[in-house]
């Protein structure tokens, strides 16, 4: 047993040498793979596409989803672009609806849309809410000649249809001269709808959707919808943890003309809901088109987030010009280098991000004035060579792993080698 005990303590004393050597040269060899990384990324033109605010079939807290009403105080509250659901009718009338009869909208039966004419449905009153209410109102169902004509010219539609009603949808559209005024929702693969937008017409501007957990069809359409012009991606999951919310996705966003996702849904949005933790989530993974039923509550949190990421850009330029990272040898210097170089390219990339949210562009800038104070504070240990190794959760779990490596191995050899003894 002494012989064992011994062994142990010397088993301890190589993992100290581990905590001491190898793993701050891990370290060290990490941030030198890192700032070759960063220093590739920082040659790539900033992310210029800014965070909006989408409206969902309108204002309809206090009005009827896809009403007169509510396009207009969805405009009036600051909306880029109001989605507007359509179905179309026997005789071809582009009607704004949600879903394909009107029983949830309207006091009707649910005979669906289609097999109706215009006239049989004109007249029927709205619900309030998106129909599940049992409050009517007065306010009538909206054709989509009448909301064009109303509204078309004042804020962009959004239309979204069954992908057959495209061509009949684009004729509407043309015959109002709104086409640069619309984005037509293509709900197919981006091949098709943009083999469709460019045999039709090339400067209209198109949204295509693609509801995936696929990593390859998620890559797939950032991909081709990236080398379109006028394009737009819509990405949709109901997985929290979907590959379109994975780095090997959302890094190609940038070359996009915007990447939208519907708040409002929860099997849309990874089961997110439409509040502010969640658009801050979302904003810092690239998504900067924003789908929303709050458009003032949005639009707060964009105008805080353009005010962040304006303190941040003023404080990178104060920094840059006032402090320069001091070079020291060793490996208690390099952990403090490695910390603030991080910071460094976390904030230059929240500066340069347009669609950069509140929360991370304040992080970013308290982890790159906190990895600045500390090296400020402990200056006087590195120009005397008197600085300690640091103690950092990768340390702990390496030094951890390793101790109960060696002593898993000794209680292996102790068992057997006693067993050897009994049979001997």
């Known amino acids: 047993m002494k012989h064992f005990l011994q062994r142990t303590f010397f088993y301890l004393f190589l993992a100290a040498i581990l905590f001491a050597v190898v793993v701050p040269a891990s370290a060290a060899e990490t941030q030198a793979a890192t700032s070759v990384k960063d220093e590739q990324e920082n040659t790539a033109s900033p992310d210029t596409r800014p965070l909006a605010a989408i409206s969902d079939m309108g204002e309809h807290l206090d009005n009827p989803a896809n009403s007169l009403p ?21 005789d071809g009338v582009f009607i704004l609806s949600e879903f394909p009869n009107l029983s949830i909208a309207c006091d009707t039966d649910d005979t669906p849309i289609s097999e109706k004419n215009w006239a049989d449905i004109s007249s029927l009153t709205l619900r309030n809410g998106t129909g599940g209410s049992t409050t009517m109102t007065d306010l009538t169902i909206v054709d989509l000649d009448t909301a064009l004509g109303m509204y078309g010219r004042r804020v962009v539609f959004l239309l979204d249809t069954d992908w057959e009603n495209r061509d009949a949808l684009y004729q509407k559209v043309l015959a109002q001269d709104l086409i640069d005024r619309c984005v037509f929702v293509c709900r197919t693969s981006a091949k098709k709808a943009l083999a469709w937008r ?13 509801k995936t957990n696929v990593i390859f069809t998620a890559r797939a359409a950032v991909r081709a919808v990236s080398e379109a012009d006028n394009a737009y991606l819509w990405l949709a999951t109901s997985n929290p943890y979907g590959m379109i919310f994975q780095p090997s996705t959302t890094d190609g966003f940038a070359d996009l003309d915007g990447v939208m996702i519907q708040c409002t849904d929860p099997n849309e949005c990874g089961q997110r809901t439409d509040t502010p933790l969640y658009w801050e989530d979302l904003a810092a993974r690239g998504y900067n088109l924003l789908m929303t039923d709050d458009i003032a509550g949005l639009k707060e949190y964009i105008k805080q987030s353009n005010q962040a990421r304006e303190e941040l850009r003023d404080a990178l330029q104060e920094i840059k010009a006032s402090w320069v990272l001091p070079d020291y040898p060793g490996f208690a210097f390099a952990d403090y280098r490695f910390r603030y170089e991080n910071a460094l390219t976390a904030a230059e990339d929240a500066a340069n991000r347009e669609s950069s949210g509140f929360g991370q562009c304040r992080s970013a800038l308290y982890d790159l004035r906190k990895s600045i104070e500390q090296i400020n504070e402990n200056d006087p240990a590195f120009r005397s060579g008197d600085a300690g190794v640091t103690i950092t959760p990768g340390r702990i779990i390496t030094v951890v792993i390793g101790i109960a490596a060696f002593v898993a191995l000794e209680l292996f050899i102790h068992k057997h080698r006693g067993k050897a003894r009994g049979k001997t």
């Open 198 to 210: 460019d045999s039709v017409d090339q400067n209209m501007k198109i949204m295509v959707y693609e």
């Open 70 to 90: 509510a396009i207009r105080d969805a405009m009036l509250a600051g909306a880029e672009m109001i989605r507007i659901p359509l179905q179309k009718t026997k």
